[in-house]
């Protein structure tokens, strides 16, 4: 995939940045314009963040005064886990908190998508959370985390929370806040936050008639999960975000600058 696209990658580098870093600009800030596409925003106060290859206790985040259409390779911030940034530049709080208890607790995570889309809070302020009543919901069949709502997320405090509630899986939704996606690649990360987005839609589009919702097995709720499992990123990085990133060129959105 690096590959087919290593013309997009190559613009507006400079050797300030190790190849891969930069590529991790590059993905990020194509994941911001995705986003804003797809009106995943809520004005400047959302936040995606991709660790530094080769740098393990740095990650990028935005700069909290960009909207996401204004989100390039080269104004991402690079924040340490302690919350210190590198060059100029201010990032959000909350997102500092959020993003570095994830990161700094689960090494097998690269990328974090938080986000407050009208469906994503609604379901986190649903007692029962996500229904596993749809195929895009059945991928996070039992491997959905809860963290209760706190306040915005501005006392460093709350990362044992986070880091806690979270545990083991990829997926959380910020009880009356919204909801939180990691994964080993942005790909993959970005992947899984389309299928859980649809996943809220549909559900809300059936919640007023909660008795007449029709579920799987068990059987066929694990069988399910288990075979996005067998998916994994591989799906995403060869396929899915090839095709996001033809369709972000293809409307001529400049992100990798």
Known sequence: MFKEFQDIYERGRNNFYSIDEWKARVDLAAC????DQKGWT??????LSMRIPGNHSHFLLKPDNLLFYEVKASN???????????????VNKA???IHAAILEARSDLNCILHHHTDAGIAISS??????PMSQHALGFYDKVSYHNYQGVALDESEKISIQKD??????????NH??????KSIAGAYASCDNLETACRSQLLCQNNNSNIILPSE??????SSQFDIFGDQRAVDLEWPAMLRWLDSKNIIFAE
């Open 32 to 35: 911001y314009q995705i986003f």
């Open 42 to 47: 809520d004005g400047i106060n959302t936040h």
């Open 76 to 90: 991402l911030i690079d924040i340490d886990f302690s919350g210190k940034v590198s060059g100029d530049g201010e």
């Open 95 to 97: 997102g500092y908190v």
């Open 126 to 131: 649903l007692k029962e959370g996500l229904l």
């Open 166 to 175: 979270l545990g083991k899986n990829n997926t959380m939704f910020l009880r």
């Open 178 to 183: 919204g909801v939180v996606v990691c994964g």
């Open 219 to 224: 059987e066929v709720k694990k069988f399910t």
